[in-house]
């Protein structure tokens, strides 16, 4: 794979030359990482634009990891360093831009604000492109299979920790109006760990995860593996744990230039799956949702 000369070209490592490109060398690797290093992974496959232009503090920072972890990763690809990396992440990216397609979706030239946009502005730009770039690449096939899941399930389980907790409850607040039994995972609480213990062939769990997925997360998909019950995976890494253990996987992006990631199109798309439930049968929901009051 050639790459964009710095100051001192450092020849490409064996693996990723020819074609192959740095998310594909990446991802055939994935295995071979230690779980620090794995973050880090996950984070330039499903970001490749930002890590394309961000320092290795910034990028330690948006994994979850440190500069020296991500110093050493560059190096356990066969980089020198960061900067090697980077210039490989920027060739890439290049690449998918001048092929009119980013991340699967296509690169517009319209912009959303004006060029001196501010970091308001900026951070809701981002949202504009991480719900636009998710409706793009989502499956048409697994949301459908998903809805059906959900629909024809006689009980749902939704794991989710920290920041998940949140879109966990307000999809379970979403069934529960359509008088769905749904449940919440979100600590290992005695109350937690004996839902988790009534998982059989007829629950369907679905796991929440941003980057790398919380051990309980992993735990209620490794048990519904076991028990043969449904599962779906919503995430924002396509190299997630919980993705590899699921049935039905869904990915939305989190891209954001703010100290945390974007959920925005992770809101949109659990709004979207009820949605989808509820068009299922309208008529049935229909008087329920207005006894609600919320139409």
């Known amino acids: 794979m050639k790459r964009i000369a710095t100051t001192t070209p450092a020849p490409a490592p064996h693996e990723t030359s020819g074609h192959q490109t740095l998310s594909t060398y990446i991802g055939a690797r994935f295995e071979e990482f230690s779980r620090s290093q794995k973050d880090v992974a996950q984070y330039i496959v499903d970001h490749l634009d930002e890590v394309a232009f961000a320092t290795a503090e910034e990028l330690a920072r948006r994994a979850n990891t440190s500069s020296s972890t991500v110093v050493r990763f560059s190096q356990a690809l066969g980089f020198e360093g960061f900067p090697e990396l980077q210039a490989s992440a920027r060739e890439e990216y290049r690449r998918r831009v001048a092929a009119g397609v980013l991340g699967g979706a296509t690169v517009h030239s319209m912009p959303l604000f004006s060029l001196d946009q501010s970091d308001f502005e900026t951070a809701v730009a981002a949202d504009h492109v991480n719900v636009e770039e998710t409706a793009r690449k989502v499956s048409r096939r697994e949301v459908e299979s998903a809805i059906d899941a959900i629909a024809d399930t006689r009980r ?22 359509l008088d769905l039994h749904a449940e919440v995972v979100a600590s290992p609480s005695q109350e937690a760990l004996s839902r988790l213990g009534r998982i059989d062939d007829q629950t369907l769990v679905i796991g929440l995860s941003a980057g790398r997925p919380h051990p309980l997360v992993v735990r209620a998909m490794k048990l519904a593996r076991h028990r043969k019950a449904r599962t779906v995976a919503i995430t924002d890494a396509t190299l997630s744990e919980i993705a590899k253990l699921a049935q039905i996987r869904l990915y939305y992006s989190s891209n954001s ?5 974007s959920h925005t199109a992770l809101l949109a798309l659990i709004q979207a799956l009820a949605y989808g439930v509820y068009s299922r049968d309208a008529e049935q929901y229909a008087d329920r949702i207005k006894a609600f009051r919320l139409k």
């Open 156 to 177: 749902v389980l939704i794991a989710g920790t920290d920041q998940m907790a949140f879109f966990a409850s307000y999809l379970r607040h979403l069934l529960m109006l």
């Open 257 to 261: 230039p703010a100290y945390v990631r």
